[in-house]
């Protein structure tokens, strides 16, 4: 082994993060810079493109100036990224307008115009999406063409966040399989352009970067940004991988049949196959793995721990004040609150869909549900049923899977919720499944240098360099007497939603 250091960058959605890492897996600095994005109205989210750049710049400065002439060591960076934000630029490598921020739904119409025109089934089979979604930018472009004219005219490259970033450090025009999965524009199972969509949005493959796989070797840092940052001129730039793809690597999810899931503000589970899977009944968005010859199945929901913020929010002002007193997390304090109601709640179930539910419901109308309130009930027992509902939504994922033929065994928590020792044990005796838990928590930005680390040859591959670089802090195991209480409420849980589906 050697001395080298890898960098990587998490481009989020709220915040932009840096850290480096020995090859140990070690964090040896970190940095992160929150930014708020611009939304004048309602489904327009956008934010100033230089920002994330500047931003980035500031990162990479704090993290070389913390390490001294230890900086010298940083022989690769890696990248980690957020989906579907779309940059324009013109042939200079100016961005043209905002970005326009993936959670933005201003193109609804052009979503429809391409579902419209094109067999969804058929392309569920090239893009791994069963639907076309107005994040998607294929509709984004398409939006810009039908009112920002002069801005469509000019454009030389419409890239994607993580491409623009590649751009600032490169120079050079590269984008990457799994962020561009949700393009709808790109083929995951052949790797390459759909040129009947293209031709229908308005432009060729010229004005788009090439796409490489994932953790692919792009190139080596520009020189006068190198000496900027007092790094070595010979520091190559990996492009990583989408960051929910990223935050699997960094969990240790990276053999077929392994599952990690992500309970941040959203629920998200990525569970890793070897070979691509279009399920017409199911409908599971499918993107190419970073590990080679990999693919993951991506069942998501918008509302994972957004719920418990919500009614923390809303209803636990003495409990905030507490913490405020105490100097500790609010969400410690409703935790301890939470393990006073005995599991099942007595009776006392909900349905956390309080923006809608996504996979495998696909029913955006659906809402939140507290059902079986009693006199009986008090705060902790509302706390612990948002935390078994979360329980709930994760089983049916895994019931589905399981109906694929995919088992199950074990499951890696990644994201605020694992912080959670009681979410992590309702999460194992629900689901009937292991929990671990990393030691490591920032996994996406830990999965970027596992992937900028075996790209380079510092590791034989992503596998070497992930057994080397994880270890697990905590596991879980499913406690056998609470299996009856919850296959209880589970089943009513399932009937609960079946027969408010249509009310709501």
């Known amino acids: 082994m050697n001395d080298d250091l890898i960098l990587a960058i998490d481009l989020g959605t709220s915040n932009l993060k840096g850290a480096v890492f020995d090859i140990y897996g070690r964090e040896v600095a970190f940095e992160s810079i929150e930014y708020?994005?611009?939304?004048?109205?309602?489904?327009?989210?956008?934010?100033?493109?230089?920002?994330?750049?500047?931003?980035?710049?500031?990162?990479?400065?704090?993290?070389?100036?913390?390490?001294?002439?230890?900086?010298?060591?940083?022989?690769?960076?890696?990248?980690?990224?957020?989906?579907?934000?779309?940059?324009?630029?013109?042939?200079?490598?100016?961005?043209?307008?905002?970005?326009?921020?993936?959670?933005?739904?201003?193109?609804?119409?052009?979503?429809?115009?391409?579902?419209?025109?094109?067999?969804?089934?058929?392309?569920?089979?090239?893009?791994?999406?069963?639907?076309?979604?107005?994040?998607?930018?294929?509709?984004?472009?398409?939006?810009?063409?039908?009112?920002?004219?002069?801005?469509?005219?000019?454009?030389y490259k419409f890239l994607l966040l993580e491409d623009f970033i590649i751009f600032k450090l490169t120079g050079k025009f590269f984008g990457e399989a799994s962020v561009y999965s949700s393009s709808y524009y790109y083929d995951i199972k052949n790797f390459k352009f759909i040129e009947d969509v293209l031709n229908f949005i308005g432009i060729d493959k010229t004005k788009l970067p090439e796409i490489l796989k994932p953790a692919s070797f792009v190139g080596y840092i520009k020189k006068d940004l190198a000496n900027y940052l007092g790094l070595r001129t010979d520091v190559k730039v990996v492009i990583g991988a989408m960051d929910q793809i990223c935050g699997a690597v960094g969990a240790g999810n990276v053999y077929d049949g392994l599952a990690s899931e992500t309970t941040g503000s959203a629920f998200a589970m990525v569970v890793t196959i070897n070979e691509p899977i279009f399920n017409e009944k199911y409908l599971l968005p499918c993107t190419p793995h970073a590990v080679q010859n990999l693919y993951a199945l991506m069942p998501y929901s918008s509302t994972g721990g957004m719920v418990l913020k919500w009614y923390k929010d809303k209803f636990c002002l003495e409990e905030t004040i507490k913490a405020s007193k105490l100097n500790t997390s609010v969400y410690k304090i409703l935790d301890e609150l939470a393990s006073k109601a005995a599991p099942g709640c007595e009776g006392l179930i909900m349905l956390p869909f309080i923006t809608g539910a996504f996979f495998p419901e696909y029913n955006p109308d659906a809402r939140g549900v507290f059902f079986g309130i009693g006199i009986n009930h008090d705060k902790s027992h509302f706390l612990r049923a948002i935390l078994e509902s979360l329980?709930?939504?994760?089983?049916?994922?895994?019931?589905?899977?399981?109906?694929?033929?995919?088992?199950?065994?074990?499951?890696?928590?990644?994201?605020?919720?694992?912080?959670?020792?009681?979410?992590?044990?309702?999460?194992?005796?629900?689901?009937?499944?292991?929990?671990k838990i990393p030691q490591y928590t920032e996994c996406a930005l830990l999965g970027s240098a596992i992937l900028a680390a075996s790209s380079v040859g510092l590791f034989e591959n992503v596998i070497e360099a992930s057994s080397n670089f994880i270890k697990m802090k905590n596991i879980y195991y499913p406690d056998e007497k609470k299996f009856d209480i919850y296959d209880s409420n589970f089943r009513k849980y399932v009937k609960i939603y079946e027969n408010l589906k249509s009310i709501f």
């Open 36 to 155: 708020n994005l611009i939304t004048p109205k309602k489904d327009i989210v956008e934010n100033d493109t230089n920002l994330y750049w500047e931003n980035i710049l500031i990162i990479l400065k704090r993290l070389s100036e913390k390490l001294g002439k230890e900086s010298k060591k940083i022989s690769v960076i890696g990248t980690s990224s957020q989906g579907e934000t779309i940059v324009p630029i013109d042939k200079h490598g100016n961005p043209l307008r905002n970005a326009i921020v993936w959670i933005d739904t201003r193109s609804k119409k052009e979503a429809e115009l391409i579902k419209k025109n094109f067999n969804i089934r058929e392309m569920y089979q090239k893009t791994g999406y069963p639907d076309v979604d107005p994040s998607w930018p294929a509709t984004r472009i398409l939006w810009i063409k039908n009112n920002e004219k002069d801005i469509f005219d000019n454009t």
């Open 391 to 435: 329980g709930y939504m994760m089983r049916k994922d895994l019931e589905v899977i399981n109906k694929l033929g995919i088992k199950i065994n074990e499951v890696i928590s990644i994201g605020g919720g694992a912080t959670s020792f009681l979410w992590s044990q309702i999460k194992a005796d629900i689901c009937k499944k292991i929990i």
